[in-house]
């Protein structure tokens, strides 16, 4: 069974910071792009940043731009999302999805939440005072 499990999320406060880790079992995601999204309650679901199956590529969106990281381990069929400088609009349930993809079509993939197979059942984060 194919199958993503992320971890990590929580409570924190303005300017701090967590680490999300997506694993999978079932399968191997090392032809798989990953990506990270949000939804916040009331919004729609976007895509937060995202990474190539080797890791070459990376794509984030503009608000988490020069915050947050992406990267992977394929050894350890994990992905990774470090966060940092957390503000209080960063609050959402925070999911991984895979995709098999080309690394050209990381941006474009990242911003089509209908493109992806595979999600996980989120991890909550909230930042606030």
């Known amino acids: 069974q194919l199958q993503l499990v992320e971890s990590g999320g929580g409570s924190v406060q303005p300017g701090g910071s967590l680490r999300l880790s997506c694993v999978a079992s079932g399968f191997s995601l090392d032809y798989y792009v990953i990506g990270w999204f949000r939804q916040a309650p009331g919004k729609e679901r976007e895509g937060v940043a995202c990474i190539s199956s080797r890791g070459g590529s990376t794509y984030y969106a503009d608000s988490v731009k020069g915050r947050f990281t992406i990267s992977r381990d394929n050894a350890k069929n994990t992905v990774y999302l470090q966060m940092n400088s957390l503000k209080p609009e960063d609050t959402a349930v925070y999911y991984c999805?895979?995709?098999?993809?080309?690394?050209?079509?990381?941006?474009?993939?990242?911003?089509?939440?209908?493109?992806?197979?595979?999600w996980g059942q989120g991890t909550q984060v909230t930042v606030s005072s």
């Open positions: 999805a895979a995709q098999r993809g080309l690394s050209i079509f990381v941006q474009t993939m990242c911003v089509t939440v209908g493109s992806w197979s595979y």
